[in-house]
């Protein structure tokens, strides 16, 4: 077989070597077919008619990115599936279309359908076979491809048709579908975007629209688009108290994430009206097993003056929080360094008076039904009659010690002794946990919660598992039960606004099959279920949402979901598929937000830099 690199030296100017082309150019040939002589002489006339070059631009300039084409059908169907809605783009706007950009296909009555691209596509623009070797290797010789060969386009999904009502541009479901040939164009307005995919204005700030890893950009100043959770009544309830889910792996930038969001509920001008008529700023109680919020009280020294004008722009909250104090949990022998952050420090203990409204506090994991059932119907009774309510721990294990005691429950036949001895066996082991050198939590109330607060309670100088979980769900119960009481103890807690979150929420919220997981997940699917109505709000952090119980899970609004490698935990955060398939490959500070009551789902970019103190040095 020859080189096809011949092809390339070929030059149509130069024959063999006998020039017969050249001598031929000068002679004219007789009808026999031969060169008269002489004929080099005459002169010839060497004018050549040349065809007129024929424009296949169109006059005029283009606009817009190209036109809606009907060769494949066009139709707008209420089952998405069975629409069919596409649009040839022109060679110079090629390289700029990606999949999940916004576009704009006007009606002629003036109403716009905006849509999104769900698939590229190049394909044939004449019947030709390039699947072969010599159109492969002239490719691979060039460093340009001609597009005019080809067709470009683009598959789009219709998202909602935007309309003027009164001057204001609102938006309703796709119920037309727009005419051939409709010229095409990328959304490059802010208004136009945001009432597309329902955005509202304001709000919290989460971080800003992208398509691909890249912020979406318009014409206005900032060029970017802030994407907003609803904060205010006039909309609905605020979405901070129908509760939050921020999901990611190890290093997918959560924590940096979560307390940018934690940061813009404690600006001094974020409040919500309460039922006497007061605007109270919220307070935000955080559980901390890493240890790394309480650095929410210092600046961000990586913050510097221009990225702080651009956040004022942008009316973004920043810089560290001084009302940030660590509530420390006394457990034991442990000791709690903080050389990492400046917030005031306060200790405090776990009464085992709690116990007496929370049993399965004291119970650990694996209690039966008979097992509960005699915990808190005969061994707590038994014992708050006997010591009063303010009994310890310790009284309580010198209680359960008794022999007498358990001879005599069993003869009655209201526990049984074996019952007993389970009981007995679960319930020990918390001697480091209840009733501790410090203050107890009940008499710091006032100051856990504070309006515009950020109490943080550190639970990494923790190494026992059990006594971190009955410390964090000790606390969190106490702050739920006051809520959702009609007579609470503490007015502190019912008359403020509450943020309550909960990093590694996983460990606690648990689908698990024992009595005490039953009660815990009961208690927290009560709080998500009446948390507007009390100005309580979730604020939950994972990287293990699948194992969050379904109970819970179900009452979650705002779901943010940042790089995860897990499938079945991909799956867990039912997100749309488009946007599911883009998780595990998204960088640092990437995010999907699904929203249901807020926008359509969206990805977003978080801000590069954390808004306060984060890391350590």
Sequence with gaps: MSDLG???DFNGDVDSGDGAAADGAGSSTSSSGSVESGSTSSTVDETVDEFEPTTVEPSGDDVGIGAICVSQGLRVDEDGEETTLRAYVTQGNRSSIRIGSYLLAPYPDGETLFCRITGLEYSQQYHADDATEIHARRAMRTDEIDESDYKFVASLEPVAVLYDDDGELKRRMTDRVPKPKTVIRQADDTEEIKTGLKMPDDGVFLGHLSVGGEKVRTAATPPTIDYRLKDDYDAGDPLVFRHSLIAG??????????????????????????????????????FDPQDEYAQMHDDNPDLDD???????????????????????????????????????????TIPFAMVHDNPWLVAGSGLNDNQYGALVSVLLPRFRKQYGPEGTYEEFTTFLDDPALREELDESGRVHEATFDAVRRRVLGFGHVFDQDARP??????????????????????????ATEAIVLAVS????????????????????PLVLGMDEAHNFLTDADSVQAGKVINKFTEAAKQGRKERLGLFLITQDPQDIHDAVFKQINTTVVLNLGDKEA?????????????????????????????????????????????GRD
């Excluded at 702080?308 to 920043?318: M, N, P, S, V």
């Excluded at 119960?477 to 403020?496: A, G, H, V």
């Design 6 to 8: 011949d092809f390339g």
């Design 249 to 286: 792996g190890t290093g997918s930038g959560k924590t940096h994430g979560a307390k940018n969001i934690l940061r813009q509920y404690l600006d001094d001008e974020q409040t919500y009206p309460m039922d006497d008529g007061r605007e109270v700023t919220p307070a935000v109680v955080q």
């Design 306 to 348: 221009e990225f702080a004008r651009r956040l004022e722009r942008e009316d973004i909250a920043y810089g560290g929080h001084d009302d940030t104090t660590a509530f420390v949990p006394k457990v034991g022998s442990a000791s709690y360094a903080a050389g990492h952050h400046r917030a005031q420090q306060v200790e405090f």
């Design 441 to 466: 939590i009940t008499d710091l109330v006032h100051e856990f919660v504070r309006p515009g607060g950020l109490t943080v309670v550190p639970t990494y100088h923790i190494n026992d598992t059990r």
């Design 477 to 496: 119960s106490l702050i739920i039960d006051q809520k959702l009481s009609n007579d609470p103890d503490y007015d502190r807690i019912k008359e403020t």
């Design 570 to 614: 991909i799956k867990s955060v039912n997100i749309p598929s488009n946007l599911e398939s883009k998780v595990p490959y998204m960088e640092k500070g990437q995010m999907v937000v699904y929203s249901p009551d807020n926008s359509e789902p969206v990805e977003l970019i978080g801000l590069p830099k954390c808004l306060t103190r984060h």
